[in-house]
Structures are given as structure tokens and as C-alpha cells.
């Protein structure tokens, strides 16, 4: 069973059952699944939903000025997620702006040189909406 625990990013667990690996997002798999049910009933740790390769799920996608619906899996779709960019604006508070940025850097798209942390919304909403 996946479990998170965003204060465990990038550190191994040891617990009487064995040594658990927290990857860049808190998340590890934690067997057996009795013992990981048992980790979930302490502070900080959740449970990370599988997503399915079967459930299908409708989403709006915008071709040429026309939305239309598509099916796609759980996974495809957490997927397209993961690599879409929002589009931002100057109306975004500056914390706003570095939280997005600094999701970007961690994915490796956008380096701290390419972003501007000391300069105007505009110039930091430039870096963001450049990036691919």
C-alpha cells in the first residue's frame, strides 16, 4: 500500500518491519498492507490512491475553438496533469507564483537561473508561462 508523509520527502523509514524509501513527494510503499494501516492511524501520514488503468474518466478537451469529451484512464489522465504548465497571471500573489515555480524546478522544467525570485510579477509570470 502507498502511504505519504510530506515530512518524510526523500528519507528512509525504519520500523520494526523494515525500512520504507519516501521518494521527492513523501511517498512510499509500505508492505505488509496490516502494518501500513497501522502507520495511517499516525499524525501526518495519509493514504495514496491507486489510480486505476481501467476507470475511465471524461474530460473537456478544447481542437481547433471546439470542446469536445474524451475518455481517458485514471492514469492517463494524472498524467496529462502532471505535465501541463498553468497558465498564470499578475493577478497571482508573489507566493502564488514562487509555490508554482518551485513545483516547476523539482520537476526539472524550469531552473532557479531561468526564474526571477527577487523581481516583478511580471518578469516572474514571464519565466512561467515560457516554459513548456
Known sequence: MKI??????????????????????GIADVTPDEFA???????????VEEKSDSKLVEIGVELDGKTETVEVTEKELDELIKDAVPVVDESMSHEALDAIADSLIS???LTEEEYPRKKAKKDKVKAINSVE
Open 4 to 25: 505519504k508523509n510530506i515530512k518524510l520527502i526523500n528519507t528512509k523509514a525504519s520500523f520494526e518491519v523494515g525500512t520504507f524509501q519516501f521518494d521527492n513527494e
Open 37 to 47: 494501516e497501522t502507520v495511517l492511524k499516525l499524525p501526518n501520514f495519509t493514504r
Open 107 to 109: 520537476e526539472d522544467r
